[in-house]
């Protein structure tokens, strides 16, 4: 059994799936999940409920400034199936018994993005790994989060570009505050119209700063185009929106890979990573974005 999640768009909706296999009673299991003292040691919010359908559920942070959307209970059924809504999502366990323990079901429905899918699975990955911990009785496990989120946007092609004539499109969850992504963007200088973009603002040399909207927006003329970095809050990080227009359609394929790669260079550089340019990575990514314009093409 693989320890990656599942994804599949479903009616608008992402879904992610989990499964982990326990060497615990299902009664224990489903305590773990249930018992609001138990899940303060692997959820990633405080919790508090009654074990009914139509209860109300309060998720709280240490930091109380932080603010957590409600939810409701949707089912429970001891020792087998607990489900909720946490804002506009919906988390679903199911504890299967098998022998020697069991299996338990996490079904995380996000109504709120896509480019949420790669954050929430190396979130619960690491929450599943301390609950897990708990149950052993062993200490908490170290689970880097980042590879992770890395892992989830390269399998699920969250990282990807989208292609419309000679316009490309990224969307991408950075997982970091929106004044933190914008310092990195303009290497914390203070971008002006007609000046110079700051470097990070493209794979190649960008041009002049033809719009700016401090910490929101930041639009540049290109050698070959040009490009408008839109963020938007959300959370728990800024959403970073990249539109290109090129003059060649037909630079499509490189200027696509040349893109994905810097938006995952400043991602990490955001999360502490500086990285070299991968050019092996690049020439890949090229070859496939080639592959998806052809096979586009055909009739």
């Known amino acids: 059994m693989s320890d990656w999640a599942t994804y599949e768009d479903r009616g608008g909706a992402a879904v992610l799936r989990f499964e982990r296999r326990l060497a615990h009673p299902p009664e224990a299991v489903f305590r773990a999940i249930t018992d609001p003292d138990e899940l303060r040691h692997w959820f990633p919010a405080r919790v508090d409920t009654e074990l009914r359908a139509g209860a109300p559920v309060r998720f709280s942070f240490g930091d109380e400034a ?12 001891p020792p087998r199936v607990f489900a909720f809504t946490w804002g506009g999502d919906v988390l679903r366990w199911e504890v299967v018994p098998e022998p020697g323990g069991c299996r338990l079901v996490f079904v995380h429905t996000i109504a709120e993005r896509r480019s949420g899918v790669a954050r929430n699975g190396a979130g619960w990955d690491v929450c599943l790994a301390q609950l897990g911990a708990r149950l052993d009785g062993r200490a908490e496990p170290e689970l880097p989060w980042f ?35 914008w ?61 290109v227009a090129l003059d060649d359609p037909d630079a499509a394929p490189a ?40 096979a586009a093409a055909r009739p």
């Not at 932080?66 to 059924?77: F, I, Q």
């Open 255 to 294: 200027a696509l890979a040349a893109w994905q790669v810097h938006l995952e260079l400043l991602i990490a550089a955001v999360h502490g990573e500086e990285r070299c340019w991968p050019a092996d990575r690049v020439a890949e990514l090229e070859r496939r974005y080639a592959g998806a314009v052809r």
């Open 147 to 181: 590879p992770r989120f890395e892992g989830y946007a390269d399998r699920f092609g969250l990282g990807e570009g989208e292609l419309d004539g000679g316009t490309l499109r990224f969307v991408r969850d950075a997982v970091a505050a929106r004044e933190v992504v």
């Open 66 to 77: 932080a603010e957590a959307p409600d939810g409701e209970v949707l089912e429970v059924d």
């Open 183 to 243: 310092a990195h963007l303009t290497e914390g200088a203070v971008p002006a119209v007609g000046a110079p973009a700051p470097r990070r603002f493209g794979p190649a040399p960008p041009g002049e700063v033809t719009a700016v909207q401090p910490e929101r927006l930041l639009a540049c003329a290109t050698a070959d185009g040009s490009v408008r970095w839109e963020l938007e809050q959300g959370m728990p990080g800024a959403l970073v929106t990249v539109t």
